[in-house]
Structures are given as C-alpha cells and as structure tokens.
C-alpha cells in the first residue's frame, strides 16, 4: 500500500525561483494538507483542501498555493521562494473525521 | 483559541523507567485528541487516539477535561521509543483541522 508520496525527497532552491512540491494519495481520502514542520514550532498547517476542487488557508499560507484537481493530487507551489521557507514539508490526508491523519514521508527543501 | 501546548521540547529517560508526556490543550467545544509518533527521519505515525481508549506500544493517554491535559504515559521506557512525539487537537469548526504541539523530543538513555 503505498498511501501518499511525497517528491522531491529534497531539494535546493534558490531564492526568487519557483517551485512544486508533489503529493499524491491513493487512498481515495477526501481530505488533504500541507503541514511544515520546523525545530521548536512542531507542525503548522500551510493549506488544506476537504474536497476535490476546493482549497481553504491554513495557519501559515503567505508564500504559498494550492491547487485540487482531483482527489489524488495535492500539488503546493512556492512562487518565489524565500529563505524562511526552508523547512521539512509533510502532505497529510484523512478518511473521515476522527481517524487522524496518514501524513507523506517529507520533503527537506533548502531555499539559499 | 484552540491551541496545543508540550511544556517540553526534550526529555530524557533511562530505559526501564516510566515516561510521561505532558499535553494540554485549550478549546471550547468538545476536544478530540490524538499522539503521534515521529521516528528518526520518517513520517509521522499516529500513536492513539483518545477516543479508542486503546494502548499502542505500551503508551496510553487518558484524556482529563478538568486538567484540559492529555498526557502520553508508559510504565517502562524502552531503547525503541526514542523519537519525536507531538500532540494534536482535532478542530471540527465546519472545516477538520488538528492542530499540533511544538512536539517533545524523547530520548531513552541505556
């Protein structure tokens, strides 16, 4: 089963450039969200998105965009990035209420 | 608000010894409560959920409203539970959010 993927696994970015991080489900769960995750402030929700074709803002959205064209894909793009944006990001999704969340192996991006 | 706090970001224990998370959240309406489980660079896990009642790896939390707390307990620490533990709130405000702590980091000394 593979549940969600996450890619890249890592990546290097420089300041200004753009960028997609990829998460794909396939799990038929409703429910997606992007999560960074940085030393001392735990998890910070991003976007999140409860069905296909809609997208809602989350804690921390500045920076960041989200798209749901179908209930597998769950694409976050950094337009122009900037250094406070390097973190590990987690894509998550759950079945119904409840259950929690089955969240994606990461990716580590550095923005420099 | 709804907020989540873990007073501690480390927390070391000698194997065989009890450990206790401490969770405590703030919410208005009726809380829903869940641990997970982050183990050296792999994906966060669910650990339970405080609506299952059950006991994963030897953990349990029993959730206290008086206290507002939920803390992660196991009588005897073992090697394998070193790793990163955040709790989480599940929102129900129209839209199903959690909500995390800043997370505990564990460490078992041998």
């Known amino acids: 089963t593979a549940g969600i993927t996450q890619a890249p696994t890592s990546q290097i970015l420089a300041a200004g450039r753009s960028m997609t991080l990829r998460c794909t489900q396939d799990?038929?769960?409703?429910?997606m969200y992007w999560y960074r995750q940085d030393l001392g402030l735990g998890l910070r929700l991003i976007h999140y998105?409860?069905?296909?074709?809609?997208?809602g803002k989350g804690e921390v959205p500045d920076g960041y965009s989200v798209s749901r064209a179908n209930t597998d894909d769950f694409p976050l793009t950094l337009a122009s990035a900037v250094p406070s944006q390097t973190s590990v990001y987690f894509c998550a999704s759950s079945v119904d209420r409840g259950y929690g969340y089955t969240f994606g192996s990461g990716t580590r991006l550095t923005v420099v | 608000a709804q907020r989540v706090t873990q007073p501690e970001k480390l927390l070391s224990v000698f194997k065989g010894a009890p450990v206790e998370l401490k969770c405590n959240y703030s919410y208005s309406g009726s809380p829903e409560l869940f641990w997970y489980v982050q183990y050296s660079r792999q994906r966060l896990q669910l650990l339970l959920r405080h609506i299952s009642r059950e006991s994963i790896k030897g953990f349990t939390a029993d959730l206290n409203k008086g206290e507002t707390s939920f803390h992660l307990k196991k009588p005897f620490a073992q090697e394998e539970d070193s790793a990163m533990y955040y709790c989480a709130l599940l929102i129900r405000s129209g839209n199903e959010k959690l909500t995390f702590g800043t997370g505990t980091r564990l460490t078992i000394i041998p």
């Open positions: 799990m038929r769960h409703n429910a």
């Open positions: 998105s409860n069905t296909a074709g809609t997208t």
